[in-house]
């Protein structure tokens, strides 16, 4: 998209062709939601001294590959610290199956005087670029090493976020997902964070007939939770409690009530989880965000 105006009760948005940079069409609606990621051209005209995303001084190594099952086969493991850490999970049967998991890996490190590129999800590098920091790595349950050598293709890319803003919308206009608060995907925030973003967005147009209306009340209820999750990421998030082990005890520990009381662990995640929206009593005991339509059942069954 080139630019967007809001002209009455509607919006006009122009939208360009990528092979040349030209203007190919435009069109209208009633409201336009900018769901076009951390570079959102919709989020740069709404500011457009904001410059480019905040590099966090980490960069990601990110795959996928068959392995066998770790921990019983539906278990998430984050290891390491601040500095250095490692993340593996399942998240579906491996092609070809022989038992085999698709397993999820990353690899994030903090890097000295790396100018960071622009965030890609297609760069691909050679395993050799972090290899040798995490050789190490094997434990009981997964061998990582191991993972990363059997891994065909790896992705690279910088860890980034941008600084919350006072507002996403602007009479028919709002943002939802990275556009609005392009989080640090620490504790699984990022994407899962987006999906409550457009729930709860349908629902404020679905209850107020001035769309105007409904998406400033979106931004009231949406916005102050998810500016306090990115500030809250940037601090490892959920995850701090990793951080505090190394810090408290650099060369390892038997029992980690030891190091963290258990008291203060149950209130680090407790913290996380309430203003993520994710504390168990609450969750369960709140109305869906959307209506029960009445092929949900049939849906259901199938």
Known sequence: MRKF??????VIAWFIDRRNGETVTSDEADILVGADGIHSAVRRQLYPEEGEPNFAGQMLWRAAVAAAPFLGGATMAVAGHYHQRVIAYPIGAAPGGGGKLLTN???QMTVANEAPPREDWNRKVAKERFFDAYRDWKFPFLDFPQLVADTDEIFEF????????ERWSFGRVTLIGDAAHPTQPTGSQAGSQ?????RMLTAELLANADPVAALANYDRVRRP???????????????????????????????????????????????????AGLDPATLNARPSFLPKRENDAADTQH
């Open 105 to 107: 890996w990353i690899a």
């Open 5 to 10: 105006e809001q002209r009455g009760d509607k």
């Open 225 to 275: 939770p998810m500016n306090d999750i990115t500030l809250r990421n940037r601090n490892f998030g959920p995850e701090a409690a990793m951080q505090l082990a190394e810090e408290r005890a650099p060369g390892g520990f038997n029992r980690i009530e030891d190091v963290i009381p258990r008291a203060e662990l149950e209130e680090i995640s407790r913290s996380f989880q309430k203003v």
């Open 158 to 165: 910088p860890l980034v976020d941008r600084h919350p803003v």
């Open 194 to 198: 987006a999906i409550v973003d457009a």
